[in-house]
C-alpha cells in the first residue's frame, strides 16, 4: 500500500510544481507590475527622507588614577577604604564612567547646555540654503516658545525624558571586546552638526568624570587625614597616608592631563557623502520584495485552484 501512495506523492508534487511554473509564466506581467510598484515605493522614500551623515570618534577608558597596588590591603583597611570612597578595583571605575557618559542626567544637562533641543524637535534641513533650518509651526525662534500643537507632554516644551529619547535615538557606543577599543557613533541630517556634537559629547563626557573624581578625592583626603589624626598606631596611619598619595595621584592627574579617563585614539573627522538613505540598499530591498510579494500571491493562488479541484 506505501509503494503505490508513494508514486502518488510524487506525481501530484510534480503536477503542482508544473502549474506553478505556467503560473508564474502566466502572470509575468503581474509580477513585473507588483515589482515596479514596490521599487517606487522605495524611490518616493528615497526622494523625501532626509539624508543622514554619521561621524564616529573612538577611544580607550584609561584609569590611571586606580588604587591597584592597595589591593593588599587587608579586610580591615579595604572596608575604611571604601568608606572613604577609594575604589580598589580599576574595572568598576571604567563601567561608573561608562554609565555616567549614557546616563539620563548627562545627557539631558548636555542637550540643555548646548540648546539642542529645538534642533532634535524641530530641526529639519533645507538643501536650499544647506542648514537645518527650525520648523516654525514647531518652535517660534523669534519669542523663544514653543508653539507645537502635538506633543507628548502636559505643555508644548518637550520633556526631559522626550529630549533624552531623541538624542539617545542618533548615538551609540559600542565596546570591542577584543581590544577594550570604544567607539561612538552619531548620526544626524547635518554633518557640520553631527561632528560638533560628537565632539562636545566626547569632552563634555570627560569634563563630567573628571569633576566627579575631583570632587570625590578631595572629599576623601580630607575623610583620611581625619582618621589618620586620630590613629595612634604609626603602621595604620602609613596606610592611611598611602590612601592620601593614591587620591592626591587623581589631583595632579586631572590638572596635568588634557584628558582625565576618555582618551580619544581617533578623533571624528566630517563626513562627505550621507550614509543613509542607502539608495542601492533600498532599491534592491524592493526588487527582492516585489518578487517575493509577487510570487507568494501566485503561489496561493495556485494552492488555492489546485485544492478546489480536489
Not at 506505501?2 to 506553478?20: F, G, M, Y
Not at 582618621?227 to 602609613?238: E, G, I
Amino acid at each position: 500500500m506505501n509503494n503505490t501512495t508513494a508514486p502518488k506523492q510524487t506525481e501530484s508534487i510534480e503536477v503542482d510544481l508544473k502549474s506553478l511554473w505556467k503560473e508564474l509564466k502566466a502572470s509575468k506581467a503581474s509580477v513585473c507590475l507588483i515589482t515596479i510598484f514596490s521599487v517606487s515605493l522605495a524611490l518616493l522614500i528615497f526622494a523625501f527622507s532626509d539624508d543622514l551623515y554619521e561621524v564616529e570618534t573612538s577611544f580607550l577608558i584609561v584609569n590611571d588614577s586606580s588604587t591597584s597596588n592597595l589591593s593588599n590591603l587587608d579586610t580591615g583597611f579595604s572596608g575604611i577604604a571604601s568608606l572613604a570612597g577609594v575604589n580598589l578595583k580599576k574595572s568598576e571605575q571604567a563601567t561608573a564612567a561608562l554609565a555616567q557618559m549614557k546616563s539620563k542626567k548627562f545627557i539631558s544637562n548636555f542637550v540643555s547646555k548646548h540648546d539642542l533641543a529645538k534642533f532634535l524637535v524641530a530641526g529639519k534641513w533645507n538643501s536650499k540654503t544647506e542648514k537645518v533650518e527650525i520648523d516654525p509651526d514647531i518652535f517660534d525662534e523669534k519669542n523663544q516658545t514653543w508653539v507645537r500643537s502635538n506633543h507628548p507632554g502636559p505643555t508644548a516644551e518637550p520633556t526631559e525624558w522626550e529630549l533624552y529619547e531623541a538624542f539617545s535615538s542618533i548615538i551609540k557606543i559600542d565596546e570591542d571586546k577584543s581590544t577594550g577599543l570604544f567607539k561612538l557613533t552619531l548620526r544626524w541630517i547635518s554633518s557640520d552638526q553631527a561632528l560638533s556634537w560628537a565632539n562636545l559629547f566626547m569632552m563634555e563626557a570627560d569634563t563630567q568624570a573628571k569633576n566627579n573624581a575631583l570632587t570625590q578625592a578631595r572629599k576623601t583626603i580630607d575623610y583620611l587625614k581625619e582618621k589618620a589624626d586620630r590613629t595612634p598606631q604609626l603602621s595604620h596611619r602609613n596606610v592611611f597616608y598611602k590612601l592620601i598619595e593614591e587620591q592626591q595621584k587623581i589631583v595632579m592627574l586631572a590638572d596635568t592631563r588634557d584628558y582625565f579617563i576618555f582618551n580619544v585614539v581617533d578623533p571624528a573627522m566630517k563626513p562627505i557623502k550621507p550614509v543613509s538613505p542607502n539608495i542601492k540598499r533600498l532599491l534592491s530591498a524592493s526588487i527582492l520584495f516585489g518578487i517575493l510579494m509577487s510570487s507568494g500571491y501566485i503561489f496561493f493562488n495556485t494552492w488555492r485552484k489546485h485544492e478546489d479541484t480536489l
